[in-house]
Nanobody
Framework: QVQLVESGGGLVQPGGSLTLSCTAS????????MAWYRQAPGKQREMVAE???????FYAESVKGRFTMSRDNSNNTVILQMNTLKVENTAIYYC??????????????WGQGTQVTVSS
């Protein structure tokens, strides 16, 4: 059973910063790429940032230069540092991970989501 536990959401003023954390766990499971997605009210879920287990990162154009994603493979934790937040960054942020067992069975897994609200 794969579990993703997120933390760090909250309310922040425009221009402020927040740090999101996600820890993945599972018995006899290997983790590949991990990512953050977000879904704003009335909009589709979209990828924000992704990091491979080798540390290569990818960012959506809208967050480049403001958000930084990092990874600690020793405890399967990813961090999303969000700076210079904008009102339009308000959304539920979800952690996503690719995971598989030693038989090769697996897939993509989601956390429960954490609310980020940017408002004055």
């Amino acid at each position: 059973q794969v579990q993703l536990v997120e933390s760090g959401g909250g309310l922040v003023q425009p221009g402020g910063s927040l740090t999101l954390s996600c820890t993945a766990s599972g018995s006899r499971v290997n983790f590949g790429a991990m990512a953050w997605y977000r879904q704003a009210p009335g909009k589709q879920r979209e990828m924000v940032a992704e990091v491979s287990n080798g540390g290569t990162t990818f960012y959506a154009e809208s967050v480049k230069g403001r958000f930084t994603m990092s990874r600690d493979n020793s405890n399967n934790t990813v961090i999303l540092q969000m700076n210079t937040l904008k009102v339009e960054n308000t959304a539920i942020y979800y952690c996503n991970a690719c995971a598989w067992n030693n038989s090769g069975a697996g897939g993509y897994y989601w956390g429960q989501g954490t609310q980020v609200t940017v408002s004055s």
